[in-house]
């Protein structure tokens, strides 16, 4: 068989494998889209299901919630409201119905709240339960999908465990999804997006229990209008359809897309997954009902139309195919007439060799053939007969060429080795030294093959020799760094003690103080002040710029300008003598670098207590004082400009609060109390609004219950996660008798 014949041949059966290849690969690319369609569905549907529960939850449920629910309802929930539930001994008669378990009463009353939402299907149901499990109100809407809640054979997955859900609801509310069973088996399990929490009085004792619900299968039904699918619930075991919830007949082409789905999760063992039933023609997937629960207890199936997907991705791999056919046609016609043309000019060039070798020289002149040149396998042959000669000459260039690139490399290597030997000390820096001449009179001698031989071995132990040597650099280099590490750290533990002597050790024997500081790291940016002269106190809690030592170097500063600005023979409002403050530490700030620009500063108040007429000036830089009183707790804010902040002018004026009435106890914080964040998925800030209703709800107020109190409630709160700021937590009371103190003693405290 000709060369010619044997390559038509192979080209041929290499058409036919890429073609067989083509189709394959177009198959599986359109499986792979398949797949990539149904990984995107997966994130498409759980992204807007969650989405759509979370808006439905906020918009319906949440805005009952005891503490971040809608304005207008936290009230109810408030043992102490009077709103909207008055009468004369101003209580709330929904806690006081509770407490006698009066079913009447709060049937009337939980009605009145919750009967609105019902009836416009805002709400599915709402239930009250003392703290024992006893039921003491049920409502539902008027159209009731499933299991009506409020029926005697409705069994809701709490009561499993009622003692241990009741107790989770004393640290806040809780959303949950909840299933409810008909123990008689009549209705279709119910599942409800619920809102839960408890009903306590100020000192923590649980009145009462409310779950608030709304049944999924609206929502469900929505989504699916608005996705323009079939979906299904599988609970445990058991599918429902939103059919079976109305007693319609469910559809053979849905049962059959259930079945192959729930034997593809089992298949699979998987129960979060999308793929494409090519039968059907319809997309599968399977999606957790909550992020709070396992795709096995309670999942979404949901069923797609991928008719339209299909078609085009068939019709698309069609054309391919017919267009690859078409083309291969094409090119072996032109295969053929190229091979032919080449091959009669390959026995031309046969021939000249033939001839040079008997020793004609003479050079030969090859015919064209069809579209050929001097630059194709022909042309390249004659030209190569040619150069033949000149080849011999070119080999010893490069001979030469690569004997020189050599002896760069090696003399590379050598200067690397001396360098590296400048950095070593004693024995080690003499054996690498020696270790260099012994290389390089090991390359002086031999042939080109031995010399490069005996370079490639030199290469290997001169690698193996600085990478020891660089070892040993290293781990010198990581011990100096430990130590470096090791006085830096104790440098700062050292300044931390030093910012702790600087904070009051001791207090006035009239005012009854406690104080809660805790910086961020070892040293921070928060200070309090206090300082005792003959007529009056000043109280100071800052929170300076930053964190850390930089925080905490402008604490010392700041402390040093607040007792530097007192002049205790020249009396100043506290709005004087913070505008004072201020002007001594942008003096301060500026003559420390003259292009400052950047918010170094602090916020705070400070307040400042007259012991002869008992009456207190409070002046502050985005920072309030709370006064707290047995009737209550209320908030004075001063002004919302930073002390030293450049965008400030020097000669700002601080605004005075006089506060006549001295009774109770007074608290003064920074940011790092109200800026602590919850643990949740989205978390919340504590907030002032939080600290106030604390003090309006604490039952001792001196200043130890309310500092502990307060630090409790942030603790619990957080939860594990760490504090993002320093924080400072300050409260006095005023003692009714001004005990006579000694001077000098009052000087050594200060």
Not at 57 to 81: C, M, Q, R
Not at 316 to 344: D, H, K, P, W, Y
Not at 526 to 541: E, S, T
């Amino acid at each position: 068989m000709k060369i010619k014949t044997r390559i038509i041949s192979l080209i041929m059966f290499g058409i036919t494998c890429l073609f067989i290849a083509s189709f394959i690969a177009s198959r599986e690319l359109n499986d792979a889209y398949g797949e990539y369609s149904a990984q995107e569905s997966i994130i498409a549907h759980s992204t807007a299901w969650t989405s759509n529960m979370d808006i439905e939850f906020e918009d319906k449920l949440l805005v009952y919630d005891p503490i971040v629910g809608a304005y207008e309802n936290i009230p109810f929930w408030d043992h102490s409201s009077v709103d909207p539930f008055a009468r004369g001994d101003n209580s709330n008669p929904l806690f006081d119905a509770l407490k006698s378990k009066n079913g009447d009463i709060i049937s009337d009353l939980m009605s009145s709240i919750f009967i609105n939402d019902l009836e416009s299907e805002q709400l599915t149901f709402a239930v009250a339960y003392d703290k024992r499990g006893l039921q003491l109100y049920c409502e539902s809407g008027p159209f009731v999908v499933g299991v009506d809640p409020c029926s005697e054979s409705a069994s809701p997955d709490y009561f499993l465990s009622f003692g241990a859900f009741a107790k989770a609801l004393q640290k806040g509310s809780t959303r949950k999804i909840v299933t409810i069973k008909d123990v008689d088996e009549r209705e279709p399990l119910s599942i409800n997006d619920t809102l839960s929490f408890a009903l306590t009085d100020g000192g923590g004792e649980v009145y009462g229990i409310v779950v608030l619900g709304r049944n999924i299968t609206e929502s469900l039904e929505d989504f699916a209008e608005n996705f323009e699918l079939e979906a299904a619930l599988v609970a445990g075991g058991e599918v429902l359809t939103i059919g079976d919830y109305y007693g319609e007949e469910r559809p053979e082409e849905l049962t059959k897309l259930i079945r192959d789905s729930l034997k593809y999760s089992g298949d699979a063992q998987t129960f979060e997954y999308s793929y494409i039933n090519n039968e059907l023609q319809m997309r599968s997937s399977s999606i957790p009902l909550s992020n709070s629960l396992r795709a096995s207890d309670l999942r979404i199936l949901l069923f797609d139309d991928q008719s339209e997907l299909l078609s085009k991705l068939s019709s698309s791999s069609q054309q391919s195919q017919i267009v690859f056919a078409g083309v291969s046609l094409i090119i072996l016609a032109l295969i053929f007439v190229i091979t032919s043309s080449s091959f009669n000019r390959i026995l031309e060039a046969i021939t000249a060799l033939e001839r040079m070798g008997e020793g004609d020289l003479s050079e030969t002149e090859l015919s064209r053939g069809f579209l050929s040149s001097q630059k194709d396998e022909v042309g390249r042959l004659q030209k190569a007969i040619n150069e033949y000669r000149l080849h011999l000459v070119d080999a010893e260039v490069q001979r030469k060429d690569r004997s020189k690139r050599r002896d760069e490399r090696d003399e590379i290597m050598f200067e690397k080795m001396s360098a590296l030997s400048e950095q070593l000390e004693g024995d080690a820096r003499s054996l690498l030294v020696n270790d260099i001449d012994e290389m390089r009179e090991a390359l002086s001698s031999g042939t080109d093959a031995q010399k490069e031989e005996a370079s490639i071995d030199v290469m290997a132990k001169a690698f193996s020799k600085m990478s020891d040597e660089v070892g040993t650099l290293i781990d010198a280099r990581t011990r100096d760094l430990v130590v470096a590490k090791d006085e830096i750290n104790s440098s700062i533990r050292y300044a931390a003690k030093l910012q702790n002597a600087l904070l009051p050790k001791m207090f006035p024997g009239d005012i009854d103080i406690n104080v809660e500081w805790r910086p961020r790291d070892l040293v921070g940016g928060d200070i309090y002040f206090i300082k005792d002269l003959p007529d009056r106190v000043y109280i100071a809690v800052v929170d300076c710029t930053g964190h850390g030592v930089p925080g905490a170097f402008l604490s010392i500063i700041a402390r040093s300008h607040l007792d530097k600005a007192i002049t205790p023979d020249d009396y100043q409002s506290a709005g004087a003598y913070l505008s004072k403050v201020h002007q001594l530490l942008k003096d301060t700030l500026n003559r420390a670098d003259q292009k400052n620009t950047s918010e170094e500063g602090f916020d705070g108040g400070v307040c400042i207590y007259y012991r002869s007429e008992r009456r207190l000036e409070f002046a502050g830089a985005k920072a309030s004082i709370f006064q707290v009183k047995v009737d209550g707790a209320t908030e004075t804010g001063g002004d919302r400009k930073s002390v030293g902040s450049t965008r400030m002018k020097e000669d700002f004026e601080y605004t005075t609060r006089v506060i006549n009435d001295s009774n109770g106890a007074f608290v003064m914080l920074t940011d790092g109390i109200t800026d602590v964040m919850s643990e949740e998925e989205r978390p919340i800030a504590f907030g002032r609004r939080r600290v106030l209703k604390l003090l309006q709800q604490t039952a001792d107020k001196s200043p130890k219950n309310i500092v502990q109190s307060i630090m409790k409630s942030v603790d619990l709160y957080r939860g594990g996660a760490p504090f993002r700021d320093d924080l400072t937590l300050l409260a006095f009371s005023l003692n009714a008798e001004i005990p006579k103190r000694d001077t000098q003693v009052l000087e050594d405290t200060i």
